[in-house]
């Protein structure tokens, strides 16, 4: 395990245990401490798994690797539902910047590519996805064909100016966020926009749960922002922040039955058919909720960026 002995975003040496929790969506439980910066309030994991010791905790009970596979015969409705999430971040980036034929998006930490796959098909524009493992697409090399994927890390990136940087619940589990961000700022153009979606510790899930909320993703998430942390991190990597907002593309009620369900401490790689449809009752119950989402944060929050 490796100990900071200072705050990753202030290096403040004031820190202080927050919370100690169990892994999460893993096969036994260990338990983890999170410390808490006195400055800028960052909570952070310490001590951290070493980076290569972090497969051991993406094995079968790891649900966002087996996706929709994972609920049997609902898989279908599953892979419907991701394919609309995935639609949700290709308008967000076409929201945030003029895309044509010429552009370049960017993925940080892409996972299974859908989302590079549908900008292809969407917005007709050039993609590259990097991840630190090709998890999320070896098997499936044939549905993504065309698609440029790199097991690779930031600092590999060069010869490149990305014209929009996504990070889609990447942030958190990185482990040199300054390094990684000030790096992408040097590979920007001046119109790049940089888009960043991560759970919010200052969210009413996180109240909730406590030591049982989802967001702490026990021991893979290693830094948990709010709004004022992670705008610090952001304009001393030399990024602008132009908006902040207190939700995302994903849903939040996710982090609310994930949350659930580790509190009622399910086996996380069974199958998960008999809970499809008590997570559609929920979902459903829980969809006034989100009407507040834009006044007062569930869980998630998104910031998007420029250059300074």
Request: charged share 25%; hydrophobic share 35%.
């Amino acid at each position: 395990m490796n100990k900071l002995n200072n705050c990753p975003i202030c290096n403040s040496d004031s820190i202080g245990s927050f919370i100690k929790t169990k892994a999460q969506m893993h096969s036994n439980n260990e338990l983890f401490n999170f410390d808490q910066c006195i400055e800028c309030q960052l909570v952070f994991l310490n001590p951290r798994v070493p980076f290569d010791k972090l497969k051991n905790y993406y094995t079968s009970h790891y649900l966002p690797y087996r996706g929709a596979k994972a609920w049997g015969k609902f898989e279908k409705l599953v892979e419907n539902s991701q394919h609309k999430l995935d639609l949700k971040r290709v308008k967000r980036a076409k929201d945030t910047h003029n895309i044509s034929a010429d552009s370049l998006i960017l993925d940080i930490g892409c996972g299974k590519p859908s989302f590079l796959k549908a900008c292809r098909k969407e917005l007709k524009c050039q993609t590259l996805g990097i991840d630190f493992s090709d998890e999320g697409w070896k098997d499936d090399y044939t549905q993504f064909d065309g698609l440029d994927l790199r097991v690779a890390e930031i600092k590999d990136l060069s010869a490149i100016q990305p014209d929009v940087i996504t990070m889609w619940h990447y942030l958190e589990h990185d482990y040199y966020p300054f390094e990684n961000l000030s790096y992408l700022k040097s590979i920007a153009k001046p119109s790049t926009k940089l888009i960043i979606e991560i759970p919010n510790f200052d969210s009413s899930s996180r109240k909730k749960y406590g030591k049982n909320w989802a967001g702490w993703h026990t021991p893979r998430h290693l830094s948990l922002f709010s709004p004022e942390n992670v705008t610090l991190l952001l304009q001393k990597s030399g990024w602008k922040v132009s908006e902040l907002d207190t939700y995302g593309t994903m849903d939040p009620y996710l982090l609310y039955w994930m949350s659930r369900m580790e509190k009622k401490g399910i086996k996380w790689d069974k199958n998960m058919e008999d809970e499809f449809w008590k997570f559609v009752f929920g979902m459903i119950l829980f969809a006034p909720k989100k009407w507040m989402q834009k006044k007062s944060s569930l869980g998630i929050m998104t910031v998007i960026a420029t250059p300074q």
